[in-house]
């Protein structure tokens, strides 16, 4: 299973690429999807759009995961966040690729085993269970965070329906 992990963001949108053999964990890549805040909302969407798609193409993730969006008191940045995480979620979409949505807390309780932990100590825990990868910045950090919480969260449900597939129930 190859994850591409993604935070999304208007002016940053994190991407993180692992591979997931049985047990055994791999850094593929990790980045961050730029726009310029002086072009228009729909020319910042289209760049990360076509930066997304290029991701995709270049490292062939066989599924992505996207951290949900949290409201915050700012309607107007919180929408525009909705947007980009739009493109988040389509650009993979398009590409065939299953998509999968984790809150920000349960990446975080995954990852660092606390929902509330802070970026330094997300990072810490990215780099115990990738050892030797170097981060292209916060954002591309937290996108390898929510990809190693799919391949925690998605591996365990995968093989508890095949469990439950081999065991016949009788009622």
Known sequence: ????????????????????????????????C????????????FQLYTQLKRVIRLH????????????????????KLGQARG???L??????????EYAPNTV??????VGHADKIQVAHMVKMQLPGVVFDGYDATDAL???????????????VELALSKVKVQI
């Open 91 to 100: 650009a993979p979409a398009e590409a065939g690729l299953h998509v999968f």
């Open 145 to 159: 965070g929510i990809a190693l919480c799919h391949a925690y969260q998605g591996n365990y449900k995968e093989r």
């Open 108 to 113: 975080k309780k995954t990852v660092v085993g």
């Open 60 to 79: 062939k993730p066989t599924c992505a995961a996207v951290e949900n969006t949290f409201v915050s008191k700012d309607a107007a940045g919180t929408l």
């Open 1 to 32: 299973m190859r994850v591409m992990g993604i935070d999304p963001g208007l002016r940053r949108t994190g991407w993180g690429v692992i591979e997931l053999h049985g047990n055994q964990l791999r850094h593929v890549g990790n980045g961050v």
């Open 87 to 89: 493109i988040a979620l």
């Open 34 to 45: 730029k726009s310029l805040s002086s072009e228009d909302l729909s020319v910042r969407l």
